[in-house]
C-alpha cells in the first residue's frame, strides 16, 4: 500500500477528471459504495473456488462478531446497492465508480495490495449492443487519454450450460495430461478448471495449444450472439482479437469477456478487462437482470501514461500528466509587503486567478528564481515602497515585455492584465 505524493495525486485528478466528462456524455452516473462490506456477498458473487475469495481477501471479524471484508472488487458492490436502493425497479442502469480495493497479493509494479479502479457496470441490458456500447465506452476513454498501442482480445463463455458441456471436455482433456500440469493447475482441476486457461505457466501455456476452445462448445444461439458482437465491433471500427483461453478471474461472467491491453510498456499489459454476467444479480438474491461491466486499474494505467508522456511529448498523455503552473507568482518582502501581498493573494484567488504567495521572505532575487521555475507567466512584485505607494508592479516572466504597475485598489484591473498577453518589449517602446 503506497502513499500519492502531491505530483502523483495532480495525475490522477486529470486521468478521473477525463472519465468523469467522458462518462457524463454517455449519460453513465456516478456510485459511491462503502469499502467495507459482509463477507459472504463476495463469496457468494465472486466464487469461493476463485484465488481473489481463497487467497486474497482481507476479512476479519467485527466486535459484532459479523465477518466483514474490505472490498476486493467493485461489481459486487455497486450490484447490491442497486439491489438494496430499488435501482433495478427504475429500468436500466449506467452505473460508474472509483476508489481503492483491496486484496492480499504479491506487490509488484503497478499492482499494490490497496490498489485503485474506475469501472462501469451496465444493470439491466443484455443485447450484444450493449456489450459493444461498453466496449467502445472502455475503448474510447483510453485512447482519450493518450494510451498508445491498444488491442482489445475478446472471447465468449457463452451460457452455464455452455461452460458446464465445456467443462466437462476440458477436465477429462487436462486429466489425461495431468502430469504435464504446475501444481497450482493440477490444485485448480477440482475447484475452478476454466482459470487453467489463463496460466502463467509457459509449460501449461504450450499444453494449452492443443486444448478444446469454449468456442466449440457453444450453443448455436451464443455463438450467434457472439458473431452479432464481433460484426458491431468491425462496424465501429474498433479492432480486435479472438482469445480463446480468455476467461477472466471471476465466476460471475458468461457470454462476452474482453480485455484492453497496451504495449506501451514493452510487452502487452492489460489496462482495462471485463464482460457480462448476467446471472450476478440473482445469484445474490435479486431478480433475474442482464449486465455487462468492466474496470481498469488506476496503479497500471498511470505507469502506461507515463510511457506514453515520454514516447511522445507532444501528445495527449504527455499534456494530461503535466501540472498547471500558477497564473502569476507573488514575490514580497518586508513587513507591510507581506500584509499587502496575502490580501492581494487572496483577492486574486477569489477573482479566479491561480496565484502561489512566496512566503519565504528571502531575498528578491531568491524568489524571482523561485517564480521562474513556478512556470508562471507573471510576477506580482510587492515591496515595502508598493505597499506604501498602494500599488503592485506585474513582471512579465514568459518573454519580454515592459513591468506595469496597477493600483491595488483596482483588483479587476490586475486581473485584465493578467488574463492578458505581455506585451513586448517593442510594444512597451512603443507606447512610452
Not at 465472486?46 to 465477518?67: A, C
Not at 497450482?184 to 492443443?210: F, M
Not at 466449440?216 to 480463446?244: C, D, M, W, Y
Not at 521572505?361 to 508562471?376: E, V
Request: hydrophobic share 40%; charged share 25%; proline share 5%.
Amino acid at each position: 500500500m503506497v502513499d500519492l505524493l502531491p505530483e502523483q495525486t495532480r495525475r490522477w485528478q486529470a486521468v478521473e477528471a477525463v472519465a468523469r466528462d467522458h462518462f457524463r456524455r454517455a449519460g453513465v452516473e456516478e456510485i459511491r459504495t462503502p469499502l467495507l462490506e459482509v463477507t459472504e456477498l463476495f463469496a457468494r458473487g465472486i466464487g469461493e473456488g476463485t484465488d481473489v475469495v481463497g487467497k486474497e481477501m482481507y476479512s476479519f471479524l467485527d466486535r459484532g462478531e459479523r465477518s466483514c471484508t474490505l472490498r476486493p472488487e467493485g461489481t459486487a458492490s455497486v450490484v447490491r446497492a442497486a439491489m438494496q436502493h430499488g435501482l433495478l425497479n427504475q429500468g436500466a442502469q449506467k452505473l460508474w465508480y472509483a476508489g481503492p480495493m483491496f486484496r492480499y497479493e504479491r506487490p509488484q509494479a503497478g499492482r499494490q495490495r490497496q490498489f485503485h479502479q474506475i469501472g462501469v457496470e451496465c444493470l439491466g441490458v443484455s443485447s450484444a449492443r450493449s456489450d459493444v456500447e461498453a466496449i467502445a465506452l472502455a475503448w474510447d476513454l483510453l485512447a482519450a487519454l493518450g494510451v498508445q498501442g491498444l488491442e482489445l482480445e475478446i472471447n465468449s463463455l457463452g451460457t452455464p450450460e455452455d461452460r458446464q458441456c465445456y467443462r466437462a471436455e476440458l477436465v477429462a482433456w487436462l486429466e489425461a495430461r495431468r502430469d504435464q500440469l504446475d501444481a497450482d493447475s493440477q490444485q485448480r482441476l477440482t475447484t475452478n478448471p476454466l482459470r487453467i486457461l489463463d496460466s502463467k505457466n509457459k509449460a501449461t501455456q504450450a499444453l494449452l495449444a492443443d486444448a478444446p476452445t469454449l468456442l466449440e462448445a457453444l450453443s448455436p444461439e451464443s455463438a450467434q450472439r457472439f458473431a452479432q458482437v464481433q460484426a458491431l465491433l468491425h462496424q465501429l471500427g474498433i479492432p480486435f482479437k479472438l482469445n480463446t483461453r480468455l476467461v477472466r478471474g471471476l465466476d460471475y461472467y458468461g457470454h462476452t469477456a474482453f480485455e484492453i491491453t497496451s504495449d506501451q510498456l514493452g510487452a502487452q499489459a492489460t489496462v482495462c478487462g471485463g464482460g457480462r454476467y448476467d446471472g450476478l444479480v440473482e445469484q445474490l438474491g435479486g431478480p433475474a437482470t442482464p449486465a455487462i461491466g468492466w474496470a481498469l486499474g488506476m496503479e497500471r494505467l498511470l505507469l502506461v501514461l507515463e510511457a506514453a508522456a515520454k514516447a511522445d511529448p507532444a501528445g495527449a498523455a504527455a499534456q494530461l500528466t503535466m501540472s498547471a503552473p500558477p497564473e502569476v507568482y507573488v514575490v514580497n518582502r518586508g513587513e507591510a509587503a507581506e500584509a499587502v501581498a496575502l490580501s492581494l493573494t487572496r483577492s486574486l484567488r477569489l477573482a479566479g486567478v491561480a496565484v502561489e504567495l512566496d512566503g519565504s521572505g528571502a531575498a528578491f532575487g531568491k524568489q524571482f528564481k523561485r517564480a521562474d521555475r513556478s512556470g508562471a507567466p507573471w510576477a506580482a512584485v510587492i515591496g515595502d515602497e508598493e505597499a506604501a505607494s498602494g500599488v503592485v508592479c506585474l513582471k512579465p516572466l514568459l518573454r519580454e515585455g515592459g513591468d506595469q504597475r496597477l493600483p491595488l485598489s483596482d483588483p479587476a484591473a490586475i486581473v485584465t492584465i493578467l488574463h492578458s498577453a505581455p506585451k513586448s518589449s517593442l510594444e512597451s517602446e512603443e507606447e512610452r
